[in-house]
């Protein structure tokens, strides 16, 4: 009587304009982190395996919805960030329910939309069009990091490909970092302070994959001590608190 239904339908709706649109997609990208919620509850008694098929049932109906809906399909033809959260959404509720094949044809998805985002210099032309640019670019660079993380499950390397026009992780990662250890100043537009928190989870997988060992002090400063150092050392397997 009370469950969510398995579809996006009404999401971002706009009065007097549109009951829902393609771009509300984005609104459930948290749903990755309850997976991993799921992933780690997985043998407690406190959820049981009927609730444990019902959840890979709405998952494998709602990946549906995703994929052959009016507003699923507006949002997986976009061109920025908000097609990089749809296809983590998806790679990630692909594996959930066991649907290895599909799972490994949204990396290769992932792969297109880095050599069509990016440009040769590293870096992502819409999203530095945005007026809080820093935001976004980080914003693009998160779910891109997440889709590789996931794609080590079909034994698929994201972390370390280049395109065929020579774009890459790495490229974009080590372009952005010297910003975000506030080495260089930001020359985009940024009409609002930009919140260094959100690039701790880049700053620590940036740190084990592309052996910057100044991302993981910053990590640390950054956070202080706050407790959000054990969720991040949790789902990175990384002790970040630790010298």
């Known amino acids: 009587a009370t469950k969510m ?19 509300g997609l984005i609104d459930t990208r948290h749903f990755v982190k309850l997976i991993d919620g799921i992933g780690l509850l997985h043998k407690s008694p406190d959820l049981s395996t009927k609730e444990q098929d019902g959840l890979q049932q709405w998952f494998t109906a709602f990946l ?11 949002e997986m033809n976009t061109t920025n960030n908000h097609a990089v959260w749809y296809d983590l959404q998806r790679l990630c509720f692909a594996l959930y329910t066991g649907q290895t094949e599909l799972a490994k044809k949204v990396v290769v998805s992932a792969r297109e939309r880095l050599e069509n985002q990016m440009n040769d210099a590293g870096d992502f032309p819409r999203e530095l069009q945005r007026t809080i640019s820093l935001h976004y670019t980080v914003f693009i660079l998160d779910p891109f990091f997440t889709i590789a993380q996931l794609a080590e499950n079909v034994d698929m390397d994201l972390w370390n490909h ?4 020579g774009k890459s992780l790495q490229k974009g990662f080590n372009v952005l970092v010297p910003f975000l250890l506030k080495e260089k100043k930001w020359e985009y537009p940024q009409i609002l302070p930009f919140s260094y928190e959100e690039a701790v989870p880049l700053l620590v997988k940036g740190a084990e994959r592309y052996d910057c060992t100044q991302c993981k002090t910053a990590a640390r400063d950054i956070l202080g001590t706050k407790a959000e150092y054990e969720r991040l050392s949790l789902v ?7 010298n």
Not at 64 to 74: A, C, F, H, I
Not at 236 to 242: F, L, M, P, Q, R
């Open 5 to 23: 239904n398995p579809n996006l339908d009404f999401a971002q709706a706009v009065k007097g304009r549109t009951t829902g649109r393609g771009y």
């Open 64 to 74: 549906n919805w995703m994929q052959t809906s009016k507003n699923g399909v507006e």
């Open 162 to 165: 280049t395109t065929p026009g």
């Open 236 to 242: 990175t397997g990384i002790n970040i608190a630790a």
